[in-house]
C-alpha cells in the first residue's frame, strides 16, 4: 500500500511565503515524478509543480520565479516552497505521485494522490 500525506499549507498574506511537504511511503521501486496540483473553486485540478526522476522539474506559467520545488529521492519526499503569493494562488493543492511498484514478475506505474491541503491567500 502506498501513501502520499501532504502537510503545511494554511493561511497568507498577499506576498508572503507558505511551504508545503508531502511524503510517500510504501513498497515502492522508484517514484517516476513528484509533484503538486491545485484546484481552485469551480476550476478544474492543474499542475503547480513537479520533479522527475533524473531532477527536471517543470512549473506552471503563473508560478514561476515565485514557486520552487525541491525532492529529496532517498526519503520520498517533496517540497514546495511558495514565496510572493497571490490571492489567485488560494486553491486545495494536492501532492501526487507516480511511482513504480512490482507486480508480480513485471514492474508497473501507478498514480496516487494526498487528500488535499487548504491554501488561502488574503489581502
Known amino acids: 500500500q502506498v501513501q502520499v500525506v501532504e502537510s503545511g499549507g494554511g493561511l497568507a498574506q498577499a506576498g508572503g511565503s507558505l511551504r508545503l511537504s508531502c511524503s510517500s511511503s510504501g513498497n515502492i521501486l522508484s517514484i517516476n515524478k513528484m509533484g503538486w496540483y491545485r484546484q481552485a473553486p469551480g476550476k478544474q485540478r492543474e499542475l503547480v509543480a513537479a520533479v522527475f526522476n533524473g531532477g527536471a522539474t517543470d512549473y506552471a506559467d503563473s508560478v514561476k520565479g515565485r514557486f520552487t520545488i525541491s525532492r529529496d529521492n532517498a526519503k520520498g519526499t517533496v517540497a514546495l516552497q511558495m514565496n510572493s503569493l497571490k490571492l489567485e494562488d488560494t486553491a486545495v493543492y494536492y501532492c501526487?505521485?507516480?511511482?513504480?511498484?512490482?507486480?508480480?514478475?513485471?514492474?508497473?506505474?501507478?498514480?496516487?494522490w494526498g487528500q488535499g491541503t487548504q491554501v488561502t491567500v488574503r489581502s
Open positions: 501526487y505521485a507516480r511511482a513504480r511498484l512490482r507486480v508480480e514478475t513485471r514492474s508497473r506505474d501507478f498514480d496516487y
